[in-house]
């Protein structure tokens, strides 16, 4: 109790408010909602309830704004867990709780930063963005990596902007997100200085990063303009390939029942079908759209080769596949590239599994623990970066959530992919706003590596990215449909995919460096604030 007690003590009810408020106008700035323009402010209130109290209390109210805008993120869990991993409400309710509290933790650190470089202005107030983005690039490789929703993808309808992500990827465009919030943090704490000496030095801050930021904006706006305009030149004379989507629109909950296998196969060739009188060069089918082991069940295999010679095109279809191993047999979560007369040319097998979705960690010490996906045992990792030929054209295949792994496309990009194919079955999350957060994330991987993006998803959401990130077309979630589309295939090597997340990277090593530069240099003297002093939120 004396810890509540303490804890409670050292926060007050504006900084819990502005904590709070942080985390609602995170959320706000991505899909459902989807008001990009308030990720420009949704620190700014974080920043003032931590701006000076002690690091204790300022990881407190970092963690409570994390806690706020990941609840209300990835609400969507719940449904998940419940439905599929059929887990009591409250249960669920409590691996959502534990699992946010891990990325609040993010937030949380960078509030303790945030705290210990504005001890050392000027230069320790060019930080907070380098921290921010090294912070979120640990947490895309962290235990397995989660980038859901990064900071930057909160734009991914602003074409101008997001350009900027074929040099330093989505983290560039999270770096330009916080300049733009520490500068009006900067300016309101100018504006609201309460004696001659703060104004004055909050004055020289907020000029001079009002400055830098206009800079840094006007750059990557004069640079997105200039990059839209040279891709859309290279695209007028690059190759083209008719492509198909199908969106089988099947219920996740019937979908590997047997007595349903036959009639949810029929039904994507039906839809394949309708597609003839355009002609497409490739079909695609989302991820498992084929609900048994190809090549494995023969009476399923024949009838899915006859389909696809009867509609006389390409396909690439996802489906469950298994290989015979000594003693047991070994499952993969695949992608198939079937000629028109029925032959099978590739195959790609997915290469980052989800946990406790397709296989389970340390299973060995929770047996207790299932996953999701209804198969037997395990699925296998397959070669990440692998790509599939058709008609001599490269097609890198990104199953499920690999779509939110940058380095996944980037190693295909570097291998010759011309087109990258999103196959994924978003029936898991149901009608929240999750199929429209893992959407908005396949903008980036278009413009990161200058490819096209073909997204097929069972329930939802599909379509056409162009290589500038441009959607060309979307479906709506829950229904039936057969897309077709003209892609423009690119070959170009954009400076991401050659350098990957070496601008991310940097700016990890930059904060670690410069906290030992600031902490051991001992002509850098902090400022310190008198005891006295009441913080802002305590006005």
């Given at each position: 109790?004396?810890?509540?007690?303490?804890?409670?003590?050292?926060?007050t009810i504006s900084g819990i408010i502005l904590s709070c408020i942080s985390g609602l106008?995170?959320?706000?700035?991505?899909?459902?909602?989807?008001?990009?323009?308030?990720?420009?402010?949704?620190?700014?209130?974080?920043?003032?309830?931590?701006?000076?109290?002690?690091?204790?209390?300022?990881?407190?109210?970092?963690?409570?704004?994390?806690?706020?805008?990941?609840?209300?993120?990835?609400?969507?869990?719940?449904?998940?867990?419940?439905?599929?991993?059929?887990?009591?409400?409250?249960?669920?309710?409590?691996?959502?709780?534990?699992?946010?509290?891990?990325?609040?933790?993010?937030?949380?650190?960078?509030?303790?930063?945030?705290?210990?470089?504005?001890?050392?202005?000027?230069?320790?107030?060019?930080?907070?963005?380098?921290?921010?983005?090294?912070?979120?690039?640990?947490?895309?490789?962290?235990?397995?990596?989660?980038?859901?929703?990064?900071?930057?993808?909160?734009?991914?309808?602003?074409?101008?902007?997001?350009?900027?992500?074929?040099?330093?990827?989505?983290?560039?465009?999270?770096?330009?997100?916080?300049?733009?919030?520490?500068?009006?943090?900067?300016?309101?704490?100018?504006?609201?200085?309460?004696?001659?000496?703060?104004?004055?030095?909050?004055?020289?801050?907020?000029?001079?990063?009002?400055?830098?930021?206009?800079?840094?904006?006007?750059?990557?706006?004069?640079?997105?303009?200039?990059?839209?305009?040279?891709?859309?030149?290279?695209?007028?004379?690059?190759?083209?390939?008719?492509?198909?989507?199908?969106?089988?629109?099947?219920?996740?909950?019937?979908?590997?029942?047997?007595?349903?296998?036959?009639?949810?196969?029929?039904?994507?060739?039906?839809?394949?079908?309708?597609?003839?009188?355009?002609?497409?060069?490739?079909?695609?089918?989302?991820?498992?759209?084929?609900?048994?082991?190809?090549?494995?069940?023969?009476?399923?295999?024949?009838?899915?080769?006859?389909?696809?010679?009867?509609?006389g095109a390409g396909f690439l279809i996802g489906s469950p596949f298994v290989i015979p191993?000594?003693?047991?047999?070994?499952?993969?979560?695949?992608?198939?590239?079937?000629?028109?007369?029925?032959?099978?040319?590739?195959?790609?097998?997915?290469?980052?599994?989800?946990?406790?979705?397709?296989?389970?960690?340390?299973?060995?010490?929770?047996?207790?623990?299932?996953?999701?996906?209804?198969?037997?045992?395990?699925?296998?990792?397959?070669?990440?970066?692998?790509?599939?030929?058709?008609?001599?054209?490269?097609?890198?295949?990104?199953?499920?959530?690999?779509?939110?792994?940058?380095?996944?496309?980037?190693?295909?990009?570097?291998?010759?992919?011309?087109?990258?194919?999103?196959?994924?079955?978003?029936?898991?999350?149901?009608?929240?706003?999750?199929?429209?957060?893992?959407?908005?994330?396949?903008?980036?991987?278009?413009?990161?590596?200058?490819?096209?993006?073909?997204?097929?998803?069972?329930?939802?959401?599909?379509?056409?990215?162009?290589?500038?990130?441009?959607?060309?077309?979307?479906?709506?979630?829950?229904?039936?449909?057969?897309?077709?589309?003209?892609?423009?295939?690119?070959?170009?090597?954009?400076?991401?995919?050659?350098?990957?997340?070496?601008?991310?990277?940097?700016?990890?090593?930059?904060?670690?460096?410069?906290?030992?530069?600031?902490?051991?240099?001992?002509?850098?003297?902090?400022?310190?604030?008198?005891?006295?002093?009441?913080?802002?939120?305590?006005?």
């Amino acid at each position: 109790m004396s810890i509540f007690r303490e804890i409670c003590m050292s926060m007050t009810i504006s900084g819990i408010i502005l904590s709070c408020i942080s985390g609602l106008l995170l959320t706000a700035s991505f899909p459902k909602v989807g008001m990009s323009w308030l990720a420009y402010i949704s620190l700014v209130p974080m920043m003032l309830a931590v701006g000076h109290v002690n690091s204790k209390t300022g990881f407190r109210y970092g963690f409570m704004a994390g806690m706020v805008h990941y609840l209300s993120l990835m609400y969507w869990l719940v449904h998940t867990l419940v439905e599929f991993g059929h887990l009591p409400t409250l249960a669920a309710w409590g691996v959502l709780m534990l699992f946010t509290a891990y990325l609040a933790l993010y937030p949380a650190l960078f509030a303790v930063s945030f705290i210990y470089f504005l001890k050392y202005p000027p230069y320790g107030y060019m930080m907070p963005p380098f921290v921010w983005v090294g912070l979120e690039y640990v947490r895309s490789f962290l235990m397995t990596g989660f980038p859901w929703e990064l900071l930057g993808y909160s734009q991914h309808a602003s074409l101008t902007i997001i350009q900027i992500a074929d040099m330093a990827g989505v983290y560039g465009v999270s770096f330009l997100i916080v300049t733009v919030n520490l500068t009006l943090y900067l300016i309101f704490q100018y504006i609201s200085g309460r004696n001659s000496a703060n104004r004055q030095r909050y004055r020289r801050y907020a000029i001079t990063a009002s400055f830098i930021c206009a800079i840094l904006v006007i750059h990557v706006l004069a640079y997105g303009q200039w990059q839209m305009h040279r891709t859309q030149e290279r695209m007028e004379s690059a190759q083209r390939l008719k492509i198909a989507v199908i969106q089988g629109n099947i219920d996740q909950g019937v979908k590997w029942k047997p007595d349903h296998q036959i009639s949810s196969l029929e039904k994507y060739l039906g839809l394949s079908n309708l597609t003839k009188p355009d002609h497409p060069d490739l079909i695609v089918w989302p991820e498992t759209a084929a609900p048994f082991y190809f090549l494995h069940d023969i009476g399923l295999t024949d009838r899915l080769i006859r389909g696809i010679k009867d509609t006389g095109a390409g396909f690439l279809i996802g489906s469950p596949f298994v290989i015979p191993d000594k003693t047991d047999y070994k499952y993969y979560n695949s992608a198939f590239v079937i000629e028109p007369d029925g032959n099978i040319t590739g195959r790609y097998d997915k290469a980052h599994l989800v946990p406790f979705g397709e296989y389970v960690p340390l299973q060995k010490w929770l047996p207790f623990i299932g996953k999701m996906v209804e198969a037997v045992g395990d699925f296998q990792t397959g070669e990440a970066g692998r790509v599939l030929l058709y008609k001599n054209n490269r097609l890198g295949v990104l199953i499920c959530y690999e779509q939110i792994f940058p380095a996944l496309s980037r190693h295909m990009a570097r291998n010759g992919a011309e087109m990258l194919v999103s196959m994924t079955n978003d029936a898991w999350y149901g009608r929240t706003g999750a199929p429209y957060q893992h959407f908005s994330m396949a903008v980036f991987r278009a413009v990161e590596n200058r490819r096209p993006i073909v997204r097929a998803a069972n329930t939802g959401i599909s379509g056409f990215i162009d290589p500038t990130g441009k959607i060309l077309s979307a479906t709506d979630i829950y229904t039936d449909a057969a897309v077709s589309q003209t892609v423009t295939l690119m070959t170009i090597q954009s400076l991401y995919t050659r350098f990957g997340d070496a601008f991310a990277t940097g700016c990890l090593i930059l904060s670690i460096l410069f906290y030992f530069v600031f902490k051991y240099i001992k002509n850098i003297h902090p400022i310190t604030h008198n005891s006295n002093r009441r913080s802002y939120h305590e006005c």
